[in-house]
C-alpha cells in the first residue's frame, strides 16, 4: 500500500497500462476513489455558489432523512462520518441560515437539525445545473459501466458499513 499515491500517479499518465495483478488493481482502485474525491470537490465548488459539494450533499442527505428533525449523531450516523465533521459543517450552513439548530425536547444534551427555506429555494434553484452537471460527468460512461460501477460502490458501502458497525460493538 505504501507505493499507492506514487504507482497511481505512473498509471495515470500512462496511456497503454499493462496488465496488472489484483493486488495492484485494488491499490489503483482505492487511490482513484481518494483522487476523484478531491477532484469532485474542487469541480462541484466551482459549479456551486454560496455552498461547497460537502455542504450541499449533507443538506441533501439530511432532506432524504426519515426524520424531519434529526439529531446530529443521527446525521452523523446517515452520513457515515463523525458527529465532530457534521456539527462542523452545520455550523456553517446555520450561519448561512439554511438550517436551525435548537435543543432536544427529549433529550438535554441532544441538538436537533431542521433545513429551512433557504434549503429548499437553493435546492431548486440549482436542480437544472446540478443535473447538467452529472450529465456532463458521466457523459461517457455506458449503462453497463455504470450498473457495475453502482454494483461495486454498493459492496464497498456494504464493507465500511460493516466496519463501522463492528467498531461500535
Do not use: C
Not at 500517479?9 to 489503483?28: A, C, F, P, S, V
Not at 457534521?86 to 441532544?110: F, P
Not at 437544472?128 to 450529465?135: I, Q, S
Request: charged share 30%.
Amino acid at each position: 500500500m505504501q507505493y499507492i499515491a506514487y504507482y497511481l500517479g505512473n498509471m495515470l499518465h500512462k496511456k497503454d497500462h499493462k496488465i496488472m495483478d489484483r493486488t495492484t488493481i485494488e491499490e489503483y482502485i482505492f487511490g482513484s476513489i481518494l483522487l476523484l474525491s478531491n477532484k469532485m470537490q474542487i469541480w462541484g465548488d466551482k459549479i456551486l455558489s454560496d455552498l461547497t459539494l460537502k455542504q450541499w450533499f449533507l443538506l441533501v442527505l439530511i432532506s432524504k432523512m426519515e426524520n424531519k428533525n434529526p439529531t446530529i449523531k443521527e446525521i452523523a450516523e446517515f452520513a457515515g462520518t463523525t458527529r465532530q465533521n457534521v456539527k462542523k459543517m452545520l455550523e456553517q450552513l446555520h450561519k448561512k441560515k439554511y438550517i436551525k439548530i435548537q435543543g432536544s425536547k427529549t433529550d438535554s444534551r441532544a441538538l436537533n437539525v431542521s433545513l429551512l427555506k433557504k434549503t429548499f429555494d437553493y435546492f431548486k434553484e440549482n436542480e437544472k445545473r446540478g443535473t447538467e452537471a452529472a450529465n456532463q460527468m458521466f457523459y461517457e460512461i455506458t449503462d453497463e459501466e455504470m450498473n457495475v460501477t453502482k454494483k461495486t460502490m454498493d459492496k464497498l458501502h456494504a464493507f465500511f458499513g460493516n466496519q463501522i458497525l463492528e467498531e461500535h460493538k
